[in-house]
């Protein structure tokens, strides 16, 4: 089954604990992002990457890193979370580049405190 | 940034009823998309249209797109309880750094049995 997993779905951590969230397809797709969601904000980019080694920052950067050493796999880290990183948090991959359908991952729900 | 701000933020209906819901956004675009989500939940992919096309339909969903206004709409037919969730608009635009996808806030249908 086509799919992009995200790994774990729910976590609450203290602030400055390194966590990494993971995400993974199936699907062979070039094209990976990372987005948060918190109310009245909708869905805003955090990074993306169009293929392996290439990365680049989205609208809200600032306090994640991300890497791409393999097609499949794209891991959000946070290296010193804090409490307005409490969000959800999408996962999201798409066949070449050319702005076409993207597949979601199911989320994970990040508390902060 | 939004690109899409959707109208209008919450909509409520009897079954059997249509549902409009309206999206509007502010740069040239390649193509739009609508998404919805069940709460909690990843997002779905429901159309694509592109810019150089007026209107698409896929089963209850009838899109339209009208440029020169920066404007779209989704319209659901023949409302179920089942497509109570939250509608995404977002629009895809070539920029220098590549594809990026760029989502509105959102409405919210409710469809009531």
């Known amino acids: 089954e086509a799919q992009v997993t995200q790994n774990p779905r729910y976590l609450i951590t203290v602030t400055g604990k390194k966590l990494t969230v993971t995400c993974s397809q199936n699907m062979n797709h070039e094209y990976m992002s990372w987005y948060r969601q918190d109310p009245g904000l909708g869905l805003r980019q955090i990074y993306y990457s169009m293929n392996v080694e290439v990365t680049d920052k989205g609208d809200v950067p600032e306090g994640y890193k991300v890497s791409r050493k393999e097609k499949r796999n794209f891991p959000l880290i946070l290296e010193s979370p804090s409490p307005n990183q409490t969000s959800l948090y999408f996962c999201?991959?798409?066949?070449?580049?050319?702005?076409?359908?993207?597949?979601f991952g199911p989320g994970t729900r990040l508390t902060v405190l | 940034s939004q690109q899409g701000e959707e109208d209008p933020q919450a909509l409520s209906i009897q079954e059997g009823e249509n549902a409009t819901m309206n999206c509007s956004y502010k740069?040239?675009?390649?193509?739009l998309q609508w998404y919805r989500q069940n709460s909690g939940r990843g997002l779905v992919h429901l159309i694509l249209i592109r810019s150089n096309e007026r209107e698409k339909h896929s089963g209850r969903l009838r899109v339209t797109l009208d440029t020169s206004k920066k404007s779209s709409s989704l319209l659901i037919t023949a409302s179920r309880a089942a497509d109570t969730a939250s509608y995404f608009c977002?629009?895809?635009?070539?920029?220098?750094?590549?594809?990026?996808?760029?989502f509105g806030g959102g409405t919210r249908l409710m469809v009531k049995p």
């Open positions: 740069t040239s675009i390649n193509n």
């Open positions: 977002a629009t895809a635009a070539y920029n220098n750094a590549g594809n990026m996808l760029t």
């Open positions: 999201a991959s798409q066949a070449g580049l050319a702005g076409g359908e993207q597949f």
